[in-house]
T-cell receptor, first 113, second 114 residues
Framework: GESVGLHLPTLSVQEGDNSIINCAYS??????FIWYKQESGKGPQFIID?????DKRQGQRVTVLLNKTVKHLSLQIAATQPGDSAVYFC????????????FGKGTMLLVSP | KAGVTQTPRYLIKTRGQQVTLSCSPI?????VSWYQQTPGQGLQFLFE???????NKGNFPGRFSGRQFSNSRSEMNVSTLELGDSALYLC?????????????FGPGTRLTVT
């Protein structure tokens, strides 16, 4: 498969562990945030989103936390599985704006069986 | 339903040439956005089209252009290719292009400029 990033921070975990991926966003005016997962050879895939009027949102095995004070997002993955191995990106936007996302640099998650 | 498709998947061009990439959005989606992905700069927004009109444009030179057809299919063109244009070009579609509309990405076109 294709490499989507050669110099990404990497998080290595064991299967079954909980994973936490962090992201610092750039625009204090951003009010809508999304996490994407990108597997080798594929485009980014939506995982979960959160608006700035929330500080936590949960999905299936995933939780996103938002700290607007320090412009920080985190993605928590519970009971990480080998299929979760991918590059994870946070993206920010203005909720009232168009779909012109500003992406973070990405974190590679490696899950060992 | 079929996802976003991009053609071709791989392309090799020479400096100075021009290239056209194609994107077919999910049926019913009217907004198409283009992104460039490189190891150094990550994912960067190029432009977004809705109903055949460019609504927003990223910070790229005029060599990068695009258009959208009445069936929502979109093409992007890069003229006078430079080595630095080597990248994965991703297309994403959504219903109306509003920020709250989930964007669905295609697999990308890998462009190599030699």
């Amino acid at each position: 498969g294709e490499s989507v990033g050669l110099h990404l921070p990497t998080l290595s975990v064991q299967e079954g562990d909980n994973s936490i991926i962090n992201c610092a966003y750039s625009n204090s005016a951003s009010d809508y945030f999304i996490w994407y997962k990108q597997e080798s050879g594929k485009g980014p895939q939506f995982i979960i989103d959160i608006r700035s009027n929330m500080d936590k949102r949960q999905g299936q095995r995933v939780t996103v936390l938002l700290n607007k004070t320090v412009k920080h997002l985190s993605l928590q993955i519970a009971a990480t599985q080998p299929g979760d191995s991918a590059v994870y990106f946070c993206a920010e936007n203005l909720y009232s704006g168009y779909s012109t996302l500003t992406f973070g640099k990405g974190t590679m998650l490696l899950v060992s069986p | 339903k079929a996802g976003v498709t991009q053609t071709p998947r791989y392309l090799i061009k020479t400096r100075g040439q021009q290239v056209t990439l194609s994107c077919s959005p999910i049926s019913g989606h009217r907004s198409v956005s283009w992104y460039q992905q490189t190891p150094g700069q990550g994912l960067q927004f190029l432009f977004e089209y809705f109903s055949e009109t460019q609504r927003n444009k990223g910070n790229f030179p005029g060599r990068f252009s695009g258009r959208q057809f009445s069936n929502s299919r979109s093409e992007m063109n890069v003229s006078t290719l430079e080595l630095g244009d080597s990248a994965l070009y991703l297309c994403a579609s959504s219903w109306t292009g509003g920020a709250e509309n989930e964007q669905y990405f295609g697999p990308g076109t890998r462009l190599t400029v030699t």
